[in-house]
């Protein structure tokens, strides 16, 4: 097998999938636990097949990496207070209507009540909407990565650049790195282990950050992590390199999916989303506060931050009772483990937002069965 030289095309191929199955079978040296850090992997690898189709000793745990279900309680209450106010349209994409925010209540419900909430599919959508509606302002709910961020920055340049002065952005956004950086010194790092043999590190946000901002884990916590695809071949590749990586004692951050990925990532991206945002501490659900993990609007574009704009503070809320969507989140948990899960918790009734988005590891276990 060569690692590096199969094309796009032949990541699907089912010969070339049973050849690397055959390959991580005799190269498994014992149990292997590897997080997938992104929610796409997570649904990847149950609607390929691969998770009946791994070796018994390969076990996989779900990673913090769905926006949606890291959006905290606190940052849905904020927007749903926002939702109430005279004259503002929230716009937002389709998975957080339903995310459960104070009491059960979401957006969804909120737009029932009578809230202007309306559902975009891109922050350029809330734009053309804030041109239309001249007498509303219109505020963008920004939730996602590092791989999402970029475009909202561009958007707000835009309305800038345009003179609009109706339409703002409600950031909640999140970096990865600082929350792998939390997950592992949380459990001790290389001193206790987590528990994780190595991390399958996500594609999408790697096509902005490239591979360098992953070097800690390697080099302080002496953890593997492959920046894979999201092909079935791209991920048996990704976790024989890991397994290779474990075996030889060497833990090294590598890139699987070059063919999408470049090492330095999107420069261009990062320098127009630091323009516009800068690191802030931010609130996960489910984790908690995580240092230098967020991004916020920085000054210089102050008039479109509707934080700023509408005095909104993030309200205390009481958590959801019974979900452990951040034990979920954090790997020490598979979701069939929630006691809710199944029962009082599906995807049509959802208590916690590890089951709302298509991403979350709850709706993936729920929807493509559990058995192994
Ligand atoms: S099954 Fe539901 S209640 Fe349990 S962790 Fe998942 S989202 Fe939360």
Redesign the pocket.
Known sequence: MSDTTLNAAAFADPALCRGLLETLEAELDGPFRFMEVCGTHTVSIFRSGLRSLLPEGVIHLSGPGCPVCVTHDREIAAAMALAGRDGVTIATFGDLMRVPGPGGASLKSAKAEGAQVEIVYSPLDALALARREKDRTVVFLGVGFETTAPTVAATMRMARAEGLTNFAVLAFHKLVPPALDALLAESGGAAQGTGIDGFLLPGHVSTIIGVEPYRFMADRYHKPGVVGGFDPADILQSLILLIRMRKSKTPDIINQYSRAVSDQGNPRAREMLFEVFEASDALWRGIGLIRQSGLAIRDAYADYDARRRFSLELPDVPE?R????G??LKGRLA?DG?????KT?TPAS??????VSTE?S?AAYFKYGVEK
């Not at 019974?322 to 969507?325: I, N």
């Not at 929630?338 to 199944?342: A, K």
């Open positions: 959801i019974g979900c452990k969507c034990e979920v979701p929630c006691p809710l899960f199944g918790c959802p208590v916690g937002p590890c089951m979350g709850c």
